[in-house]
């Protein structure tokens, strides 16, 4: 649920004419950089947030429940702004953004929108385009190792411990059974090849067969 005060909803219950988007970008280094498709610069919570920067709202999905939501920022490449030696040299990558709507009468009547990070950013002629992800991108996100019957390591390096050189021309196809008969390698097997299966999950006793647990 958005806080809004008291004054600026009255001012969006009255359908007020005075409304524009801000946007305050805080990069990982600690710049902060404003921009609004109002026609004049406006100072937004504390920060100058630029016009005529061709910074505009794009495509924009919103989700309900644990989907991440996505959406999109464009904009004109600028030297007071975002420079393309910037966009090269990744300041923008994982940069947070707050999207404000703003009463320009009254900068300081405003409501947060939304917050994301840029998750891709590029340049496109002499303007770019960001792909925005909100917060519960992160639940996305593998942490830790997944845990499965085939070998997790690369064939070669060192969690697998093999010389590539040693078996030119040679593939793994990560399976316990490569491992140990073609590069006699078992110790260093990095997969689970006992993990039961979804077989074996679904295995019911039957008259007749044996049940014993050899069928994982």
Same mark, same amino acid.
């Given at each position: ?39 004049? +610069? !406006? ?10 920067? $061709?910074? =505009?709202? #794009?495509?924009?999905?919103? %989700? /309900? ?65 960001? +792909? !925005? ?10 942490? $830790?190792? =997944?845990? #499965?019957?085939?070998?997790? %390591? /690369? ?62």
């Amino acid at each position: 649920m958005r806080a809004v005060s008291e004054d600026f909803a009255a001012r969006l219950d009255s359908g007020a004419a005075t409304l524009c988007h801000a946007w305050v970008l805080t990069r990982a280094d600690g710049v902060v950089l404003g921009f609004t498709d109002h026609d004049r +610069d !406006l100072v937004v919570d504390g920060v100058t947030c630029r016009a005529a920067t $061709g910074w =505009t709202a #794009g495509a924009h999905e919103t %989700a /309900a429940g644990s989907a991440p939501g996505l959406a999109a920022a464009l904009g004109a490449l600028d030297d007071a702004a975002v420079t393309e030696a910037d966009l090269e040299a990744g300041l923008y990558d994982g940069a947070r953004v707050a999207c404000l709507r703003v009463d320009w009468s009254a900068p300081s009547l405003l409501v947060r929108l939304w917050t994301a990070r840029i998750a891709r950013i590029a340049r496109q002629g002499q303007a770019f385009s960001a +792909d !925005l992800e909100g917060p519960l991108a992160d639940l996305d996100r593998v942490a $830790g190792r =997944t845990l #499965g019957r085939l070998c997790d %390591a /690369a064939f070669g390096d060192g969690r697998c411990g093999v010389a590539a050189s040693a078996f030119p021309g040679a593939v793994c196809d990560k399976r316990w059974g490569t491992c140990v008969e073609t590069f006699a390698n078992g110790i260093n097997f990095r997969g689970f090849p006992t993990t039961p299966g979804e077989d074996f999950v679904t295995l019911y006793p039957a008259e007749g067969e044996r049940n014993d647990g050899g069928k994982r």
